[in-house]
């Protein structure tokens, strides 16, 4: 149980185009889901927090007009990445929180990463 | 700002060998300490969670423990294999839940 997809796993495109990954909990419905990018040999960074039928919250540092989230439903997010450029090709990583009643969302499964590379 | 700092960087052991990964945080206030293990180009899969009023968790070959009073996590492999390579991280969730990433330690164990 407990899984997290992203789709595409990969993915190559021109600069100044637009990207879009999905990030879904298959088995479980999730109230809070976050976005993490992650460069070579760097930690994974938060980018922004995304909960179910609300706007979601950016991590300082972060475009929010650039890196569009919307999640729509419990079981999906999207990420899009608007107007790329070779700078915001990196290793995206979703993950998602249960939602569980009454229960504080201390755990997170973890998507299995979008590597996006901007020509 | 809350940091999360990983010693080694990377290591290099024989199978077999029992081997312990660092991890400092300088904020103490956390709310759980996790530690994850990545493979190249993948995801992450949760190892071991440990709870602010907890001081160690074990799963099979793995324990890890948790002081707040100094900051600091370690995480204990037994018995290495080649297996166990990987890159470990381990990440602190403040009381706002969310996550704070070390670099990680990249671990080979050579058979």
């Known amino acids: 149980g407990a899984v997290v997809s992203q789709h595409p796993s990969w993915v190559i495109c021109k600069s100044g185009t637009s990207v879009k990954i999905e990030c879904r909990s298959l088995d479980f419905q999730a109230t809070t889901m976050f976005w993490y990018r992650q460069f070579p040999k760097q930690s994974l960074m938060l980018m922004a927090t995304?909960?179910?039928?609300?706007?979601?919250?950016?991590e300082q540092g972060v475009e929010k007009d650039k890196f569009l989230i919307n999640h729509a439903s419990l079981t999906l997010s999207t990420l899009t990445v608007t107007s790329a450029h070779p700078e915001d090709s990196s290793f995206y990583i979703c993950?998602?929180?249960?939602?569980?009643?009454?229960?504080?969302?201390?755990?997170?499964?973890f998507g299995p990463g979008t590597r996006l590379t901007v020509l | 700002k809350q940091e999360v700092t990983q010693i080694p960087a990377a290591l290099s052991v024989p199978e077999g060998e029992n081997l312990v990964l660092n991890c400092s945080f300088t904020?103490?206030?956390?709310?759980?300490l996790q530690w994850f293990r990545q493979d190249p180009g993948k995801g992450l899969t949760s190892l071991l969670l440990?709870?602010?009023?907890?001081r160690e968790q074990t799963s099979g070959r793995l324990n890890a423990s948790l002081d707040k009073s100094s900051g600091r996590s370690t995480l204990y492999i037994a018995a290495s294999q080649p297996g166990d390579s990987a890159t470990y991280l381990c990440?602190?969730?403040?009381?706002?839940?969310?996550?704070?990433f070390g670099k990680g330690t990249l671990l080979t164990v050579n058979p």
């Open positions: 440990i709870q602010s009023s907890q």
């Open positions: 995304s909960n179910e039928g609300s706007k979601a919250t950016y």
């Open positions: 904020d103490s206030a956390i709310y759980n």
């Open positions: 990440a602190r969730a403040g009381s706002n839940y969310k996550l704070t």
């Open positions: 993950s998602a929180s249960p939602r569980t009643s009454g229960v504080v969302p201390d755990t997170q499964y």
